[in-house]
């Protein structure tokens, strides 16, 4: 059982940066490729980024590619996404989520585990 906590987001204007991080509980937390996914009201929950046990590999969705860095601290079992350049189109209830798989089939499986969500919104 892993259980994940994201904290960080928040009220910010275009441009602004913000760094999200999803604590996980456990002591297996390096046997589970970590992800963040966004869904936006109205619309269903996408995948955004994932990362691999190690920390070696990562995999972006298109419209983050450039502006968005997923990373992960295994000692401290905690996972972050530091977002860059952010759009209102970002605005988003963003979501860890845990994997038993790799980081490449988060991309289009659902997590093992989710967190419950931290909010990010983007004004104009």
């Known amino acids: 059982q892993v259980q994940l906590v994201e904290s960080g987001g928040g009220l910010v204007q275009a441009g602004a940066s913000l760094r999200l991080s999803c604590a996980a509980s456990g002591r297996t937390f390096r046997n589970y490729a970590m992800g963040w996914f966004r869904q936006a009201p109205g619309k269903e929950r996408e995948f955004v980024a994932s990362i691999s046990r190690s920390g070696s590999s990562k995999v972006y969705t298109d419209s983050v590619k450039g502006r968005c860095t997923i990373s992960r601290d295994n000692a401290k079992n905690t996972v972050f996404l530091q977002m860059n350049s952010l759009k209102p189109e970002d605005t988003a209830v963003y979501y860890c989520?845990?994997?038993?798989?790799?980081?490449?089939?988060?991309?289009?499986?659902?997590?093992?585990?989710w967190g419950q969500g931290t909010q990010v919104t983007v004004s104009s």
């Open positions: 989520g845990a994997s038993l798989g790799t980081s490449s089939s988060m991309a289009v499986t659902t997590p093992d585990y």
